[in-house]
């Protein structure tokens, strides 16, 4: 393999790897979303339930369910942008490993042909050896 075609295939797995790390992060910060929307609706259940043991509570409660609303509507607008960039994530890394194998193809062809092209100086010297043996 010619060190150009090294070269290309570290930088590749580099840019592979990096992709790869991107999107385990952005897959974490997606489950920590998510993770905060079922808190969220866990706790406006807990209020509701209050709500109803506790007349005090219950006249507090739409005041509550909207700064609620508010909260969840804001954390479902993060998770949709998490969301948004862990797509682009996948398509650049696919992007990634596409161009990381069309390198690998690149220097697997290379090194088959320098095979070929040595089998063939190898088989034309020994049929000039045949020759000159046989011409002797």
């Known amino acids: 393999m010619t060190a150009w075609a ?12 990096t992709l790869q790390k991107r999107l385990a992060e952005i897959a974490e910060r997606r489950g920590g979303a998510e993770m905060k929307l079922a808190v969220l609706d866990a706790e406006a259940e807990g209020e509701r339930a209050r709500a109803r043991a506790d007349a005090e509570a219950g006249m507090m409660l739409g005041a509550y369910l909207a700064g609620w609303k508010n909260r969840r509507a804001a954390a479902e607008g993060a998770l949709t942008e998490i969301e948004a960039e862990e797509a682009g994530a996948r398509d650049a890394l696919t992007g990634a490993f596409e161009a990381l194998k069309k390198f690998e193809h690149v220097a697997e062809a290379t090194r088959l042909e320098r095979l070929v092209a040595r089998a063939k100086r190898e088989t034309a010297a020994f049929d000039e050896m045949g020759l000159r043996r046989r011409a002797v």
């Open 6 to 17: 090294q070269s290309l295939i570290r930088i590749s797995n580099y840019e592979v790897e």
